[in-house]
């Protein structure tokens, strides 16, 4: 029997995860324990490169994160759950790789031009934030990962991987490193409630471990087709957000309204009211996983604690193979 290729994928746990997370990653983490050995990290390093002036929140959201991981349906069975920074190999590589990667291939990343353009509420000008895809790539490289599940965005870390994978593997003339491979995923269809990207800076989320009242009320609230004034007014399905959600959460519905709307037979109150119930239902065997096992965090802290000594094992294997290749 063929071993199964491995899989390094990772949430930093900077708050409390929702929907856009469990369509745009989680419903993909399920589908790919299936196939492969999946370690999945709570990247808290990386939370702490953005959240240096506040980081009290990130150990509480790494709990909290991996209770909605366990609740959506990643099983510890399966794959290996961990805490990066519980796992010491992953800052020796990143020093290791620091020393040989060059900075223009840190400058001209364009997700960190993004990020210092766009981020105007904290400071990212800092040497942490600069290096945040050399830690990625020690991440990644420290289990051998053979794929890494990305979108089309994160391509360009991905390829800086590849790279500084190259050049260690170039520069001791020994191919310890195997080259990592994209798993390229969909970006997610799925929009925060004011039709901008769902993130919790613009306070637009639907949460996982919202209450069915929260949710309906969060879903009360949504942006409409802007030209649908009265009952009677015929709607423009295809421009209106809820209907986005019909689409993702109950696309067996979306057909029948999308012919009320536009024959002026539904009005949006009744349209939200219809979606929250469909999407309570969805959650409910979510939320009752969630209510349990956010009673019993010892249980939550037992399986990272497992997760850490078995990633440990394999980030230290590597390691020693990375020193002898370097004659250190
Ligand atoms: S009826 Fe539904 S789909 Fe049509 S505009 Fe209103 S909320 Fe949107």
Not at 42 to 66: K, R
Not at 223 to 240: A, F, M, N, W, Y
């Amino acid at each position: 029997m063929t071993a199964k290729k491995r899989i390094l994928s990772g949430m930093r746990p900077t708050g409390k995860l929702h929907l856009g997370h469990l369509v745009g990653t989680l419903d993909n983490w399920i589908k790919l324990q299936e196939e492969y050995d999946c370690y999945f990290m709570v990247a808290d390093w990386h939370a702490l490169m953005g959240e240096y002036e506040n980081p009290s929140a990130i150990s509480e959201y790494a709990i909290d994160n991996v209770i909605d991981w366990i609740s959506c349906g990643i099983e510890p069975e399966k794959s290996t759950l961990f805490v990066q920074s519980q796992v010491r190999a992953h800052l020796d590589l990143f020093l290791i790789f620091s020393c040989f990667t060059p900075l223009g291939w840190l400058e001209r990343c364009p997700t960190y031009k993004e990020q210092l353009r766009e981020v105007t509420a904290r400071d990212l000008h800092t040497y942490g934030f600069l290096g945040y895809p050399v830690l990625q790539a020690a991440d990644i490289l420290v289990y051998k990962a053979n794929k890494v599940p990305v979108g089309e965005d994160q391509l360009p870390h991905l390829e800086l991987t590849r790279e500084i994978c190259r050049r260690f593997n170039s520069l001791y003339k020994k191919v310890v490193l195997p080259e990592p491979d994209a798993i390229l995923t969909k970006a997610s269809r799925l929009l925060g409630l004011d039709g901008r990207k769902m993130s919790k800076s613009y306070n637009n989320t639907i949460n996982l471990s919202d209450s069915e009242e929260e949710i309906r009320k969060k879903i009360s609230s949504m942006i409409t087709d802007p030209k649908r004034i009265k009952l009677s007014d015929q709607g423009h399905p295809e421009v209106c957000n809820v209907n986005s959600y019909y689409a993702i959460f109950a696309p067996e519905e979306k057909g029948e309204i999308d012919v009320a709307c536009r024959g002026a037979k539904m009005g949006c109150t009744d349209c939200k009211k219809k979606l929250s119930e469909k999407l309570n239902r969805k959650l409910a065997a979510y939320r009752d996983k969630r209510q349990g096992l956010s009673q019993d965090k010892d249980k939550i802290k037992d399986i990272l604690r497992d997760g850490n000594i078995k990633a440990s094992a394999v980030a230290n294997e590597t390691l020693k193979e990375v020193k002898a290749a370097m004659g250190l």
